[in-house]
């Protein structure tokens, strides 16, 4: 039997509070007098999102700052005591010590908003990635960022919720790539005592622990905690002395490229996220499926029914009921199948414990009759959940197309699947002199109403002059990173001295900066930027020549997405384009940060309708950088005609055609409005027709992208059960209320 976690807890506390502090203490015990508020600030994620958090921690020691990945808790440790002695004596990082501190209690002792669920009921958000900080590496693309954000907004909206996903000892992959663009990954080890995150104990002080049936092994995993402002996340880990190697495997890797040990974790993710909540006595009142990986919850729950007494019909239902389910995607290796062979043997005992082995395997198959069909934990999740939705409205009309076999209707229109449009953190996202710019002209406090339109109204009154001097100097901060990183980039792939040395002076701070980063799947096309390598060139080499830089990651396993970056590597075939564009190795939050906030154009080209939202260019445009993207993903609702540019989203089986059409239409957007329009100076040196779309882009696009918007439309509208006083509207219409979910027709 798992430890029972202390009793006791004050309003506000989670399961594992004793942990936080003993570790906390521990840490304050190592450092001098002054610095000891630290600690605590240390062990809360909340100082990455708060002014001044960073800088406090990097005044200790900045080079250790770095090597240490920013992240605090290693910072103290590893700090020499000189460097702690001297911040200890410098008032202003005392100061600023105190302050940070000062501000994480009194953020602890707000009481939580007026939502259905409670601090006793909390949401249960399970998702297979967390993106909070790069200093936490348990993800690895979009999926983890928003997974990070929600946990964020959830905390500064002061929404109960928990978050449960796994502790990955080698997390994702770093990248390095040859001299002919060839990706090579590789792989670090982390250590968890070394994270801002302490083990969950009991109260007779033994790690908290829990067992999940996977193959013929029950793998143990204990429990991590991290503080993610007021919201708890806590991370499965199996790296454990009780498991075999393939138990201790199974929370190494993410996104391991094994089938069988991808079904393994899916399992610990969705069943070992139920029972460790049972362990630390939280009791959700909705589990948030984010992604079918997490889906074996239902499993879970109905098991648990099952074991209650119940008939197995009526213990679905019930699990049914406390399950909301979020898709992201339409692209079919985010929905992937498994055949009958492959799930009995990982997950056969796992389906015993419901009662019937035949109703699982049929839940996950698009023709429930057809056995011979393969089953997937996405259209598993959309029939053992009491609501679904995507994650734009474009996605959820493709989405409800897509999984009408599953769900039923008349037509597509009537399929039970709505939308939240995704979101994204401003405290995280925005930076630099566009972050200065808007606290001068916005009002106290005005980040905490950024979903509020009114709050972004005074964008409208400010000086272009002021607008152009923060878009100027953040783009002169961004080109001392290119030119930085670029040339250590080249330097360690071994190129040629001079195209290496070219970076460093090569990028200038007045060029039209061009920014295309994200994981590089196939569908997001990256390789259009170059399918014309004249006009190319023209763009990087003209009279008024603009500055690309890309960055992203391929999955070791997809051969298509790293023949893109290869293919544009070919663009360095001309000299002159040595200081002109980048591809930016081991792409990571910092770096996304960087580029979001310095790029004056962030282009994205997914092939339609296959991008579900997208957020890298929400983050680019709270930082006054303007959008052009085909009309796809989030950017079909957003664009309006005055806030950036678009390229036609329609779909076309003729993939080749389509392609050289979207090519086209970049090129000439680039060359015929984006570029005129960036040099059109009035007497002031000023483009205004760029500032007014930036205006325009910033009163559009900030409030209805932020994610305190998206989770308060969570909060409202899908979390509250079905026929409460507090229970909302997916969207325009009611998509949520799926017409089987307490009947047995499984369909």
């Known amino acids: 039997m798992p430890p029972t976690p202390t009793p006791g807890l004050h309003p506000g506390e989670h399961p594992g509070e004793h942990d936080r502090r003993a570790a906390e203490a521990a840490l304050a015990g190592r450092l001098p007098a002054a610095l000891a508020p630290l600690a605590a600030v240390a062990y809360n994620y909340r100082w990455s999102w708060v002014p001044g958090g960073a800088r406090t921690f990097a005044a200790i020691d900045p080079d250790r700052w770095e ?107 770093h990248q390095r790539i040859d001299t002919a663009g060839l990706q090579h990954e590789y792989w670090l080890d982390t250590d968890p005592d070394l994270l801002p995150a302490v083990r969950v104990t009991g109260a007779d002080g033994a790690p908290v622990t829990v067992r999940v049936p996977v193959d013929d092994e029950d793998v143990v995993a204990q429990v991590w905690r991290v503080d993610v402002g007021r919201v708890p996340l806590y991370l499965l880990d199996s790296d454990l002395a009780d498991n075999g190697p393939v138990g201790r495997w199974v929370t190494s890797r993410l996104y391991e490229a094994n089938r069988s040990i991808r079904l393994a974790q899916y399992a610990m993710l969705g069943v070992g996220a139920v029972r460790a909540l049972r362990a630390l006595q939280i009791e959700p009142s909705v589990y948030h499926l984010n992604e079918g990986h997490p889906a074996l919850a239902a499993l879970c729950l109905a098991a648990e029914r099952v074991a209650a007494g119940l008939e197995p019909e009526q213990a679905w239902a019930e699990a049914r009921a406390r ?55 996405t259209a598993f999740a959309l029939r053992a959940s009491r609501s679904a939705n995507g994650v734009s409205h474009r996605h959820g009309e493709v989405a409800r197309r897509m999984w009408q076999p599953v769900l039923g209707g008349t037509t597509a229109d009537d399929v039970p699947i709505g939308h939240v449009t995704n979101g994204v953190h401003v405290p995280t996202w925005l930076h630099g002199p566009m972050r200065h710019l808007l606290d001068r002209h916005l009002g106290a406090g005005w980040i905490h109403r950024s979903a509020d339109p009114a709050t972004w109204a005074p964008v409208a009154a400010i000086p272009a002059a002021e607008i152009w001097a923060a878009r100027t100097e953040a783009r002169a901060v961004l080109v001392d990173r290119l030119g930085e990183q670029a040339t250590s980039d080249r330097l360690r ?108 154009v962030w282009v994205n080209l997914p092939r339609p309708p296959q991008e579900a939202s997208g957020t890298s260019g929400m983050k680019a445009c709270l930082n006054g950088g303007l959008h052009l993207s085909v009309l796809d993903g989030w950017w079909a ?111």
């Not at 040629?496 to 980063?517: C, I, S, W």
């Open 637 to 747: 609702e957003a664009y309006d005609g005055t806030n950036g540019w678009a390229i036609d989203g329609a779909e076309d089986p003729d993939e080749a055609g389509q392609d050289r059409r979207d090519a086209a239409a970049l090129f000439d957007l680039l060359e015929h409005q984006v570029i005129p329009e960036f040099h059109d100076r009035g007497d002031d040196g000023i483009p205004h027709r760029w500032v007014e779309r930036i205006r325009r882009s910033l009163i559009t696009n900030g409030p209805a992208f932020s994610a305190d918007r998206m989770v308060r439309q969570y909060a409202d509208e899908v979390y509250p059960p079905p026929g409460s006083e507090r229970h909302g509207h997916g969207g325009e219409d009611d998509r949520f209320a799926m017409p089987w979910a307490l009947g047995g027709d499984e369909r």
């Open 67 to 173: 090597r240490c990945g920013a992240n605090p808790v290693r910072l103290l440790l590893e700090a020499p005591a000189a460097a702690l002695r001297r911040a200890a004596a410098t008032p202003e990082v005392v100061r600023a010590a105190e302050d940070l501190a000062a501000d994480l209690r009194a953020d602890k002792a707000r009481p939580s908003g007026p939502f259905a669920c409670t601090p006793r009921a909390p949401a249960a958000f399970l998702c297979a990635e967390f993106a909070v900080h790069r200093s936490l590496p348990v993800y690895s693309g979009g999926l983890g960022v928003l997974a990070g954000d929600i946990l964020k907004s959830a905390s500064d909206l002061a929404h109960p919720t928990v978050g449960v996903g796994l502790l990955y000892r080698t997390g994702y992959f």
């Open 493 to 600: 792939r071994g190129e040629d001295l001079a195209y290496a040395e070219a970076a460093e002076h090569g990028f200038g701070p007045e060029r039209l900066t061009v920014g295309f980063a994200r994981r590089l799947a196939t569908y997001k096309r990256l390789y259009l930027v170059a399918a014309d390598p004249g006009r190319a060139m023209a763009l990087l080499t003209g009279e008024r020549s603009l500055q690309f830089v890309f960055a992203g990651k391929a999955h070791p396993s997809d051969a298509g997405a790293k023949d893109i970056v290869r293919r544009l590597f070919d663009l360095k075939g001309a000299a002159l384009d040595a200081g002109t564009v980048a591809f930016l190795e081991d792409y990571d939050l910092a770096l996304a940060a960087e580029l979001v906030a310095g790029c004056d």
């Open 323 to 377: 399950l909301v389910f979020t898709t992201h995607t339409p692209v079919p290796a985010g929905n992937e199948t498994y055949s009958r062979t492959e799930l009995e043997g990982m997950l056969g005992r796992l389906a015993d414990l419901a009662g019937d082995r035949e109703r699982f395997f049929a839940m996950g198959r698009i023709d429930p009759s057809d056995a011979a069909q393969p089953s997937g934990l």
